[in-house]
């Protein structure tokens, strides 16, 4: 939020922008890069819970603490799943975290490029 100049909000208030608006179209624009970064980030952090997870509860009790990489487990590796619903679950996560990190890397690739 400090990487906003405030003229840029000011000059919104100025043209008779409301809050939403000021939000809408001179906030969020501004914090874009920063937003795709953290969304990546925080995407990537919750798919990579497993060892966490695992650990204190092994997705119990029942199925209570279940994450997608502690299915994705026991489903593939463990002999109490079916191996077919853990590469759907793999491709599934991996389909994710791709389509979360596709923005932010356009975006580095596009100012390498200038």
């Known amino acids: ?3 906003i100049s405030p003229e840029l ?4 208030r100025v043209d008779g922008a409301r809050p939403l608006q000021i939000v809408r179209h001179v906030l ?8 795709v970064i953290v969304g990546t980030i925080s995407v ?3 798919l990579r819970t497993f ?8 997705g119990g009790p029942a199925t209570d603490s279940e994450v ?11 002999f ?5 619903l853990g590469t759907t679950v793999a ?5 994710v975290l791709l389509a979360a990190a596709y923005p932010y890397l356009r975006g580095v690739i596009q100012e390498e490029r200038h």
């Open 9 to 12: 909000v000011e000059a919104a």
């Open 28 to 35: 969020v624009p501004s914090l874009r890069g920063s937003l």
């Open 68 to 78: 997608l990489a502690v299915l994705l487990y026991q489903q593939a590796f463990q």
């Open 91 to 95: 491709v599934l996560m991996s389909v």
């Open 80 to 84: 109490i799943g079916d191996a077919r």
């Open 44 to 46: 990537t952090f919750a």
């Open 51 to 58: 060892d966490i997870v695992w650990v204190v509860t092994q």
């Open 1 to 3: 939020m400090t990487a």
